[in-house]
């Protein structure tokens, strides 16, 4: 018994040292951007020496990447919590709406994923990784529309779930890049819901007809 206990202690000082070394690490990256702080930083940040940095982490890209595992994980939970309570019928305005309300939006957060984003680029190891990582939020997204889309057709021109959840992180890409600079959230939530309605819907916020139930004979020609 002493000595599972002793386990335990070790396990949660471990898992302690880890989330502080986590959280030391994202607050220096903000201020001075991914790439540019030595591992020695974050050690003292956290208040840690090399030895506890290197038990939880090969390396800095190793630390990012469990940094981003972590938010990558919120996002997708928030996006799938909010189209799940539709049941099998999709409200996509109220959907976006929710979407919109809970989504992740934090500047220090963006500020340091436009880092690492341009540091993967030049390194393909990472960038696959990197790459791995995002693919888990369309999946949640995708999987949510493919679901409805039966009692929710798509707009045709997005070609099907998959391509409409690439649209989806597109669009938050695109409006999260512009929070860098106006610093006004909420100003980038409404335009996310903006964008969403549109993707998602004819334009009007209504879904499209289902082009096979359509009484327009007009062929769809879309590749």
């Known amino acids: 018994m002493a000595v599972r206990a002793t386990a335990g202690r070790v396990t949660r000082r471990r898992a302690r040292t880890r989330a502080d070394l986590l959280d030391a690490a994202f607050a220096v990256f903000a201020v001075k951007g991914f790439g540019r702080v030595p591992i020695e930083e974050v050690c003292e940040a956290a208040g840690y020496s090399r030895g506890a940095f290197y038990s939880n982490f090969a390396s800095l890209d190793e630390l990012f990447f469990a940094l981003y595992r972590e938010r990558a994980d919120l996002i997708a939970d928030q996006v799938a919590g909010a189209l799940a309570l539709d049941g099998p019928d999709l409200d996509v305005r109220a959907a976006v709406e929710r979407v919109t309300e809970v989504l992740l939006l934090d500047r220090d957060w963006l500020l340091v994923k436009t880092d690492f984003l341009v540091h993967a680029a030049r390194d393909p190891d990472v960038a696959r990784t990197l790459l791995e990582h995002r693919a888990r939020l369309r999946r949640a997204i995708a999987d949510r529309l493919a679901r409805t889309h039966a009692r929710t057709p ?49 334009g009007s916020g209504t879904p499209e007809t289902n082009p096979g139930n359509s009484t327009d004979n007009t062929t769809d020609n879309t590749p």
Request: negative net charge; glycine residues 8%.
């Open 154 to 202: 798509l707009p045709a021109v997005l070609g099907g779930a998959e391509a409409a959840a690439h649209a989806v992180v597109a669009a938050y890409d695109g409006v999260t890049t512009q929070l860098l600079l106006d610093r006004d959230p909420e100003h980038a939530r409404g335009w996310l819901a903006q964008l969403l309605t549109a993707l998602l819907t004819d």
